[in-house]
């Protein structure tokens, strides 16, 4: 898996074009980002409303399985990427064997499934909370007699912002929680009682050299962050280890861009890895106005095999998003003393629904 | 002149579309502003290869007198800008008819035109290097009489980055002064033996509210921007000074967006006013990456109707233009810290063409 990253790869000319699955938000920020940059950026979506097509030139609109659509996509860009981890394993073959495409899709296999993710990272020694593969309701009754109640059950592939997973507390009964995840493949872990979530932004270049943002902390609603503050409050120590523990991950996978890794800080002070993220990161959007270099640009000089900048603070920050009709209190925002307004110009307000974020920035 | 600030105008929704004539850098850096905020834009230049076109979806590639092409912009967008103040009067007329445009097109006729400018900046009571009309050769001859040696003839009319001006020194020769101008109405006026040259950008907005940003000091060479430093090495009263002549500017235009004010600072502490730029503006880059909210955020969410936000500096700020084959060295400052990188995505480099700036903070 770390093949890639030591096959060296002329640096790109600032007038290229990447090439970025996905036009939401993400891709959107990426694409900005690159702008910067001097390049070109083509946005490849199957949904004609994406975010990312207003601020580049070049787009596909096509389903990721239409070869044709991803043949011309290959042809007009220099390096792939991606704005989400869910890019289906067809789709990154196809186009790998056509174009560079990075992070390199071998290590989607291991973040698509919670199960095979948790076995690399209890494999490199990096603790995760209790878990247990469950394949079938009899699987789901053992396991929650060996790791006790309250656990989660999740759907090992395609959950995010908890979509497919249900709390098994006293009294749930594990034939209807098993129904509700709707009978798939499943991972139950043990419900962790941390005192804050926190997350590691780090970016890897291709000369394997890594940069971490400082370690944010997390909070959510309704299973959907809500709030990032940074630094988290953590002690020197704890926050040394949870950048030694997101370095760790990026070399052993042999990444190339931007990753984020979700972590739980318990009372004692112990990190447990919750998930891996093969992408830029909600919790690392704080970056844009409170860096001195954003994660989106960190991506992009990685995968352009260009130089990683060093991170520097400008101070504390806070990152909240604006979800669903939230994001009618923008006006509020816009005349708050160094609050940055980001929206996605995404036209349809539906609950739940990431609309834009804002950042507040206290001076040093 | 005045008249459009005082009619109030709905503020623009997020989902808006911002007409923006220009596709150079500044096009470039105000629509990739435009789209954090969550608005569209719609870029019209008459040069296939702008720079511009590659950041946003819709574009006209146009000549700026094809009244055809300008209708379907205005029907398209719900304000027009402009990144450059040589917008044809005859375009604007046009579009103004048609679609909002800000800043008002009647500021153009004051800006475009040197002797026009000099005399409504003097009328405001703000001092100016000496100037006198020069429509003539004879004209010219009086001219160096009443003003002395060594005094600058410029172009009225379309001079930019020192093109259009020649120097009369002792033993130039005034008749060849005149023909190497083209011959065409000029402006004679007194070489300022300045110790500093400085800017200040500002913003209005609809309300008649004020923002700016903090002065910077600029370094010309071969009559190019090359070095912008914030803070400008003035005395607090030197630079509160030379803000309140560029709110002064801005009031008694009634103008809406950003525009900067190029001054002599003189050894005595005085300040003259050497030009006004009815746009954003070069020695403004520094916002990008050294303040809490760019020129190019505030110039848009001006013409949007949206409220100013007050700029805090992170720190004292460098920025440098890349000019030609300089270019070449973004690699170098790709490494360093604290610098931020800009290209503007030109393909081809020529001798003193803006390609691209970097921006260095250093933190408080």
């Known amino acids: 898996m770390t093949a890639t990253s030591l096959v060296p790869r002329p640096a790109l000319e600032p007038d290229s074009t990447i090439g970025i699955l996905g036009g939401g938000q993400l891709g959107r920020m990426l694409a900005l980002a690159a702008a910067r940059l001097g ?97 079938s309701p009899a699987h789901l ?7 006790g109640r309250p656990a989660v059950l999740k759907t090992r592939r395609f959950g995010y912002d908890g979509k497919g997973q249900v709390t098994i507390k006293n009294g749930t009964d594990p034939d209807a929680a098993w129904r509700e995840v709707g009978g798939q493949p499943c991972i139950l872990e043990a419900f962790v009682p941390f005192e804050r979530e926190a997350s590691v932004v780090a970016a890897r270049g291709h ?95 990685a995968i352009a095999g260009w130089p990683l900048a060093k991170p520097i603070r400008h101070g504390r920050v806070e990152m909240t998003n604006l979800i669903g009709r939230e994001v009618e209190d923008y006006r509020r925002y816009l005349t708050m003393p160094g609050v940055a307004v980001h929206l996605y110009g995404k036209a349809a307000v539906r609950p739940g629904r990431k609309m834009g974020h804002v950042t507040r920035v206290f001076e040093k």
């Open 39 to 135: 390049f070109k950026c083509h946005v490849f979506s199957p949904s004609p409303d994406s975010p990312a097509f207003d601020i580049v030139h070049r787009v596909t609109c096509a389903d990721y399985g239409d070869t044709q659509a991803l043949d011309r996509f290959a042809a007009d860009v220099d390096v792939v990427t991606y704005e989400f981890e869910n890019v289906p394993a067809d789709t990154a073959t196809f186009l790998a064997a056509r174009v560079p495409v990075l992070p390199d899709p071998a290590i989607l296999a291991t973040t698509q499934d919670r199960l095979v993710e948790k076995n690399f990272v209890a494999g490199l020694g990096i603790r995760t909370a209790a878990f247990a593969d469950v394949a």
């Open 141 to 147: 009754q053992a396991a929650i007699e060996r790791i």
């Open 207 to 301: 000369d394997g050299s890594v940069e971490c943002f400082d370690v944010t902390e997390n909070e959510h609603r309704d299973h959907i962050l809500k709030t990032s503050r940074v630094p988290a409050a953590l002690s020197d120590a704890d926050a040394a280890q949870a950048r030694r523990i997101a370095e760790t991950i990026a070399q052993k996978f042999g990444y190339v861009g931007v990753l984020a890794v979700e972590m739980f800080a318990l009372r004692a002070g112990e990190l447990l890895v919750n998930e891996i993220a093969p992408r830029v990161h909600n919790s690392g959007h704080w970056t844009l106005d409170g860096a001195s270099v954003s994660q989106f640009e960190e991506h992009i000089r």
